[in-house]
């Protein structure tokens, strides 16, 4: 059964940590990206990675940081700096990668990060 | 002005009605446009995807692009209360370029 999975669903961190989100994909893709969803703003993206062990920030990298040691993962940290942290993470996955092609995109259901 | 707009609704409809959703850009080089379909609290889902203008059909959706206008939209018809849902467009130029979302029209279909 093919698809990408983040964990946990919900996430409840104390303002000063550091969080790590999860994502795994078995759909071969080699692009993953991570999204930030917030109320009336859309879709928002964070980091994306075209390729195993290579990453580019996207349009609000600032407080975050990624890696790609593997090609099903790609890890999300959320972490202190980020001065505005609680919204819906949402990573995705394409099959478009450093060759290019469709960039359609496929989603994960999300994780809900809540910082007090 | 945003590269994308959309109507962030909502939109109410009766059951088995014909469904309107749309988006207008500004970038003249987007070639790929996608819709997707968003329940509460869930993933975006990929509807459908079209290249350059024309039309679209799968099922009861239709996908229909305008590039002289640039203007997008999707066509639900017979909707159905299963059909509430946010609907994203998004867009995106050729080869591997970033997706650029609309913000979302919330579809609301009452029985």
């Known amino acids: 059964d093919g698809g990408i999975t983040q964990s946990p669903k919900y996430l409840f961190r104390k303002e000063g940590q550091n969080v790590t989100l999860s994502c795994e994909q078995n759909?071969?893709?080699?692009?993953m990206y991570w999204y930030r969803q917030d109320p009336g703003q859309g879709l928002r993206l964070i980091y994306y990675?075209?390729?195993?062990?290579?990453?580019q920030k996207g349009d609000i990298a600032e407080g975050y940081s990624v890696s790609r040691e593997k090609k099903e993962s790609f890890p999300l940290t959320v972490t202190s700096a980020q001065k505005n942290p609680t919204a819906f993470y949402l990573c995705?996955?394409?099959?478009?990668?450093?060759?290019?092609?469709?960039?359609?995109?496929?989603f994960g259901p999300g994780t809900r990060l809540t910082v007090t | 002005q945003k590269e994308v707009e959309q109507d962030p609704g909502p939109l109410s409809v009766p059951e088995g009605a014909i469904v309107s959703l749309n988006c207008t850009y500004s970038?003249?080089?987007?070639?790929?446009f996608m819709w997707y379909r968003q329940y509460s609290r869930k993933g975006p889902e990929l509807l459908m995807y079209?290249?350059?203008?024309g039309n679209k059909e799968d099922g009861r959706f239709t996908a229909q692009v305008d590039k002289s206008s640039k203007y997008i939209s999707l066509f639900i018809r017979d909707s159905q209360p299963s059909d509430s849902a946010t609907y994203l467009c998004?867009?995106?130029?050729?080869?591997?370029?970033?997706?650029?979302f609309g913000t979302g029209t919330r579809l609301l279909v009452s029985p």
């Open positions: 995705a996955s394409s099959p478009a990668g450093t060759s290019g092609g469709v960039n359609e995109q496929y």
């Open positions: 759909l071969n893709h080699d692009a």
């Open positions: 990675s075209q390729i195993v062990n290579d990453f």
């Open positions: 970038n003249s080089a987007f070639q790929y």
């Open positions: 079209t290249y350059s203008s």
């Open positions: 998004a867009m995106s130029g050729t080869s591997f370029q970033k997706l650029v």
